[in-house]
T-cell receptor, first 107, second 115 residues
């Protein structure tokens, strides 16, 4: 099956800093999403981005499908950005998650 | 739009009892839904694919008789944890895709504690 690797596993930043989270996947996919899991466990869909670049406020994402990776950028981090960020991919209607990046923003 | 509702959000049950978790697509029809399990500080692991009107497809290592899945309508899938034991305690979450090429949306999850 498809392997999804996320890096770094943990990240601690000061409020206001920028960060880049990476997702590598082992095979071609037709779907890639970035999620933020809040402290209550809810998964918030950030981006549906099988290819190309998208931006939403302080967040942006880029997927280079031919090179099998995706990047999530967070600018001017806020304490509310803390939590776990998951990359998830699918090809045959099953979505597979990476292990996540645990982000902690210090005030 | 594209909301998946999951109930209950939290349940505590005694060992040996069964617990049913519901997953509903509120504003779209879902012929396929997915059930995941998440242990503390771990990623989401796909348990099974729920297919409307047919048997669910279980991932390797998931006990079919322990985790019963029923997808009786285009908007409802249920997961029943039978004869629950403390090791079944976990966070269970469901998902569906409103349209195949627009991504998946997830329910808010159910935190099961078996005592």
């Amino acid at each position: 099956g498809i392997q999804v690797e996320q890096s770094p596993p943990d990240l601690i930043l000061q409020e206001g800093a920028n960060s880049t989270l990476r997702c590598n996947f082992s095979d071609s996919v037709n779907n890639l999403q970035w999620f933020h899991q809040n402290p209550w466990g809810q998964l918030i869909n950030l981006f549906y981005i099988p290819s190309g670049t998208k931006q939403n406020g302080r967040l942006s994402a880029t997927t280079v499908a031919t090179e099998r990776y995706s990047l999530l950028y967070i600018s001017s981090s806020q304490t509310t950005d803390s939590g776990v960020y998951f990359c998830a991919v699918s090809r045959d209607d099953k979505i597979i998650f990476g292990k996540g990046t645990r982000l902690h923003i210090l005030p | 739009g594209a909301v998946v509702s999951q109930h209950p959000s939290r349940v505590i049950c005694k060992s040996g009892t069964s617990v049913k978790i519901e997953c509903r697509s509120l504003d779209f029809q879902a012929t396929t839904m997915f059930w995941y399990r998440q242990f503390p500080k771990k990623s989401l692991m796909l348990m099974a694919t729920s297919n409307e009107g047919s048997k669910a497809t279980y991932e390797q290592g998931v006990e079919k008789d322990k985790f019963l899945i029923n997808h009786a309508s285009l908007t409802l899938s249920t997961l029943t944890v039978t004869s629950a034991h403390p090791e079944d305690s976990s966070f269970y979450i469901c998902s569906a895709a409103p349209q195949r090429y627009y991504g998946y949306t997830f329910g808010s999850g159910t935190r099961l504690t078996v005592v």
